[in-house]
């Protein structure tokens, strides 16, 4: 059960109808990121909806998402860490380390 959901009887529940369709899902997904990234002070590009931007006087944090991939590249290692945590705790991702590849490029 969900929590929250008070679950006494130990029953199972059966859904009749999905509360997001599987299209939808990936669209609700993106939305709560992007509203947690722009609640932190990101700016979401105009011209590439996946790019986003945080710059603090000389120190600029760039966000790129690509369906469930997310790349954090930073001039500033506080940032960096600030932001994953935040989206650890409203989204449940998780840093993978260091980038290797990323959409079928090798990063070295």
């Not at 369906?67 to 290692?77: F, S």
Request: aromatic share 12%; glycine share 6%; hydrophobic share 40%.
């Amino acid at each position: 059960m969900p929590k929250g959901i008070p679950n006494a009887a130990n029953k199972v529940y059966r859904l009749k109808k999905l509360l997001y369709g599987p299209k939808q899902a990936s669209r609700q997904w993106f939305s709560k990121l992007k509203d947690t990234l722009l609640s932190l002070g990101y700016i979401q590009f105009k011209n590439d909806y996946s790019l986003f931007l945080n710059k603090k006087s000389t120190k600029i944090t760039i966000i790129v998402v690509y369906v469930d991939d997310t790349l954090i590249t930073r001039l500033d290692y506080k940032e960096i860490q600030h932001v994953k945590h935040c989206l650890n705790e409203m989204l449940g991702i998780k840093a993978l380390g260091h980038l290797h590849y990323f959409l079928g490029w090798e990063v070295t």
